[in-house]
C-alpha cells in the first residue's frame, strides 16, 4: 500500500512538472493565435458577414418572385353614403375582400428601371346580399423606369463588389494583425523569462561569490569594503529576482488571454534560433501592398463613392421624371374561371415629372457641396496613397537592417558570456577587483537583453512588413 502511495505521489508530481512546462515556439504561439484567439474569431465572422452581405447584393439583380395579398379583408360596420338629394345615410355592410397576388420582377441595372410580370385575383363576399363575385388579371407586363435621374443601381454594381473585395483582404490582413499581436506578446513573455533566468542566475553567483569573498577576507586577499560591495549585489540581485518573477506572471497572464487558454499551465516560450535572412525590394513591396491591401481597394473605393455623389447632386437637382406603363387582360365574374373567359385589355401609362423653377440657389449649393466632397476625398487619398508608401518603404528598409542587428547582438552575447565566465574565474583563483566582476556582468546581463531585444525587433518587423504587403517575401508569394 505504501509502494502504491509513493507511485501516485510520484505521477501527481510529474503531472506538475509537466504543466509547469508546456513549451511553445514562435510559430506554435502564431499558429495557435491565428486558431484560436478571440481577434481570430472575430475576423472569421466578419469575412462571413461580408460573404453574405455581397451574396444579398448578387441576389438583388437577379429575378424576384414573390406572392402576396390580404387574406381574410373581413369588415362589418357603418359606413356613411351621400344620397342622391346630398344627405348622407349610415348603412350596415358586412363582406369580405380578399386579394392574392403573384409577381415577377426584374431589375434592370443599365437603366434603373424594373420590369415585372404578375397575375392577380380578387373575391369579394357580400354577406348581407349573400353574393360573390370575382376581379381578376390573368397576366399583366409592366415597367417602371426613372428619367433623367440619378442611377443608383449602376453605381452600386461599380462599388459592391469592390466592398466585397476590401472584406476579403481585410480578413488577410486581420489574420496578419493576430500573427504580429502575438508575436509580441510571445516576446513580452520571453524577455520576462530571459530576465527572470538572468536574475535567478545573478542571485546564484551573487550568493557563491560572497560566500567566497568571506573566505578571501579572511586571508586578507579583499578588503571589507569588496566584501559589503559583494552582498550590497546580492541583495540588488534578489530584489531583481521578486520583480522577474511578478513581471513573468503579468506576461504569461496577457499571453494566454489573448490565445484563449484557460488553463493553470506556464507557457515555456524557445527562443527563436535564428531570424531568417531574404531580399525584400522595396519596390516590389510597394507593388504587392497596392495589389493586395484591403486599404489600396478602399482608396478605389472612396472615390468611385465621392464620384458618385457628386453625379447623384447633378442629377436629382434637374428634371426628375418616372414613367409606369402596363399591359396586360383582366376580367371578373361570379366564378374564379370566369376571370380567364375572353379576359380584357387591361393598360395604363402614367409620366410622372419634377422639374425645379426657382430655388434661390439651393440646388446649385448641393452640386457644388458635391464637388467639393470630391476633391477632398481626391486630396486625402493622395495623401493617404503617399503615407502608404512611405511607411512601406520604412518597414522594408527597417527589416534588412534588423536581419544584420540580430546576428552582430548575438555574437555580443556570445563574447559577454565568455568574458563575465573568465572574470568570474580570475576572481575566485586570483585577484580581479570586485569593481571589474560587476562590469563583466553588467555588460553579460546587457548583452543577453540586446540579443533578445534585437530578436524581438526582427520578428516584430518581419510580421509588420507581411501585414503591410499581404506578402511573404520568404517563399515570395502573395499571403492567402
Known sequence: ??????????????????????????????????????????????????????????????????????????????????????????????????????GLSQNIALTGGTIFIQKEMQR???FNRK??????????????????????????RRIEPLKFQQGNQQFISSLEKVSLDAAAYYFELLVAQVNLEIAEKNRSNNDTLFKIAGHKLQIGKISQNDLLQLQM???????????????????????????????????????????PEFAVDTRVAIEEAFANRADAIGFKRKLLEAEMETQRAKRENGLNASLQANFGLSNQGSRPGDVYVRPQDRES??????????????????????????????????????????????????????????KLTQLADNLAANRYQIAQERFILS????????????????????YIVALR????????????TLYDFEKNEKIK
Open 124 to 126: 369579394f363576399d357580400d
Open 233 to 275: 549585489g546580492l541583495l540588488t540581485a534578489q530584489k531583481d529576482l521578486a520583480s522577474a518573477h511578478q513581471s513573468m506572471a503579468v506576461a504569461s497572464m496577457q499571453l494566454k488571454m489573448f490565445l484563449g487558454i484557460r488553463d493553470d499551465k506556464i507557457p515555456d516560450l524557445e527562443i527563436p534560433l535564428e531570424a
Open 349 to 406: 401609362v402614367s409620366l410622372q415629372f419634377t422639374l425645379p423653377i426657382m430655388t434661390w440657389g439651393r440646388n446649385k449649393a448641393r452640386t457644388e457641396i458635391a464637388r467639393a466632397n470630391q476633391e477632398f476625398a481626391q486630396q486625402s487619398v493622395e495623401q493617404d496613397k503617399l503615407t502608404f508608401e512611405q511607411e512601406i518603404f520604412t518597414q522594408a528598409t527597417l527589416l534588412q537592417m534588423l536581419q544584420k542587428q540580430v
Open 431 to 450: 585577484d580581479l577587483s570586485v569593481t571589474d566582476l560587476g562590469i563583466a556582468m553588467q555588460e553579460k546581463d546587457r548583452a543577453r537583453r540586446d
Open 1 to 102: 500500500m505504501k509502494k502504491l502511495y509513493i507511485i501516485l505521489i510520484l505521477l501527481l508530481l510529474c503531472d506538475r512538472l509537466t504543466a509547469q512546462n508546456q513549451r511553445y515556439s514562435l510559430v506554435e504561439v502564431v499558429q495557435l493565435a491565428r486558431k484560436q484567439s478571440i481577434s481570430s474569431k472575430q475576423a472569421e465572422t466578419l469575412r462571413k458577414t461580408n460573404y453574405w452581405q455581397y451574396r444579398s447584393f448578387i441576389a438583388d439583380f437577379k429575378p424576384q418572385l414573390s406572392l402576396g395579398g390580404t387574406l381574410p379583408g373581413f369588415t362589418r360596420s357603418y359606413i356613411q353614403v351621400v344620397q342622391p338629394d346630398g344627405t348622407i345615410s349610415f348603412r350596415n355592410v358586412s363582406y369580405n375582400n380578399s386579394l392574392v397576388n403573384l
Open 131 to 156: 353574393t360573390t363575385s370575382y376581379n381578376g388579371i390573368p397576366v399583366e407586363i409592366g415597367i417602371t423606369q426613372p428619367l433623367f435621374r440619378f442611377n443608383e443601381m449602376k453605381w452600386v
Open 457 to 468: 525587433d526582427y520578428w516584430q518587423s518581419y510580421y509588420s512588413l507581411r501585414l503591410l
